[in-house]
């Protein structure tokens, strides 16, 4: 029997595309969008924390005049009231707030005239508590506070022992604790970093999942 090879016919000029090229291109175009998606995100997060670090680089250096000036850190904690700590903090290194020895206690406290500022504001980013995503926050609108890159608030740990001379029967740490919560904004405290002031080894502080993408002044990741 004879065999015929059979060529659908199309009109001459015809340009038009079939339903099965036309869904192949869209699934090319939804991948494609995909990874660039992800790239963009993978940039940003990476931007991010750069930010986020010279944040805190600037706040730590400002953290470090404060002692100079007062032989103390502010006497403030994170633990409890996060935003109120940071408003506190904010009032520390913008001459708002001091640190005073009363009764031979250590007094941190509202001062009525501006001091000396520890750091360029300018160089950081604050937020309103009523709304962090806010854009051109008043700097002396009262309870601001610096943010990172993910609008949340900086998180600040010290001895809060307020006797001169006596140290915290828990905070054994030689120093503070400044950390950003990174992309999720979650942490968690862990063996009780918080209230010692003694931070794990990194391999232990990520253990936790809500610490993954944390962000410690002065530890390497």
């Not at 250590?106 to 501006?114: E, H, R």
Request: charged share 20%; hydrophobic share 40%; aromatic share 10%.
């Amino acid at each position: 029997m004879e065999s015929h090879n059979f060529t659908p016919f199309r009109p001459a000029g015809r340009g038009g595309f079939t339903l099965i090229e036309i869904l192949i291109v869209i699934g090319i175009i939804v991948l494609l969008m995909g990874i660039t998606t992800q790239m963009l995100g993978t940039v940003g997060e990476a931007q991010g924390r750069a930010k986020a670090k010279s944040d805190m680089a600037l706040i730590a250096t400002g953290i470090e005049a404060f002692f100079n000036q007062y032989e103390t850190y502010p006497r403030i904690t994170s633990v409890g009231n996060e935003k109120q700590a940071a408003g506190d903090l904010y009032k520390c290194l913008t001459g708002k707030m001091a640190a005073k020895i009363q009764n031979a206690q250590i007094v941190m406290s509202d001062v009525g005239s501006d001091n000396r500022p520890f750091v360029d504001v300018s160089k950081l980013k604050i937020a309103d508590p009523s709304d962090p995503h806010l854009e051109n926050v008043d700097p002396e609108k009262i309870g601001v506070y610096f943010v990172d890159p993910w609008f949340e608030p900086y998180l600040y740990f010290y001895n809060t022992a307020n006797t001169l001379n006596t140290e915290s029967a828990t905070w054994r740490g030689q120093g503070f604790i400044l950390l950003s919560k990174g992309p999720d904004g979650k942490e968690k405290n862990v063996r009780s970093m918080y209230t010692t002031g003694i931070i794990p080894d990194m391999d232990a502080y990520h253990e936790e999942a809500e610490n993954i993408d944390n962000i410690i002044q002065g530890m390497e990741e």
